[in-house]
């Protein structure tokens, strides 16, 4: 643990927590939405393995693995893909297109944030390096 991070990369640190945080309020938000205002279960079992598939990469990602973080930013993206179809299927019935579009929009965000994200990838360089001395 003798690296000290530079500011830019606490920086980094601080914008991942914000990111996958938001990445967990959305997927919670989400499963309530179904239970609570729609009143079905059946997709419940589902989400939840997937808020806990996505828990571990997101630990792993803040951890610094390239692997966790590859199939992070493929999750993110096939939700991406997803949302931009059900968007098209939406068009002749627009009454949850802007839902769509907007969770389309966050996840395109996200994906951008940790693909290109100056802050994160010096955060992810950080711990690489952090990793491979130890």
Known sequence: MGCKMT??????????????????LIDILTMLY?????????MF?????RLL???VFMYFTYEGKTWAK????????????RGLYSVYLS?????????????TAFYATIFYLLIWGKFITKYFNYQKKLNSTE
């Open 7 to 24: 500011e830019d990369e606490k920086k980094g640190q601080k914008r991942l927590l914000i990111v996958l945080g938001a990445v967990i």
């Open 34 to 42: 179904y239970v609570v205002v729609l009143g079905t279960y059946a």
């Open 45 to 49: 079992m589902g989400q939840l393995i």
């Open 53 to 55: 598939m996505m828990l």
């Open 70 to 81: 590859t199939i992070l930013t493929v999750l993110l993206g096939l939700g991406i893909a």
């Open 91 to 103: 068009l002749s019935d627009p009454e949850n297109i802007l839902q769509i579009i907007l969770l």
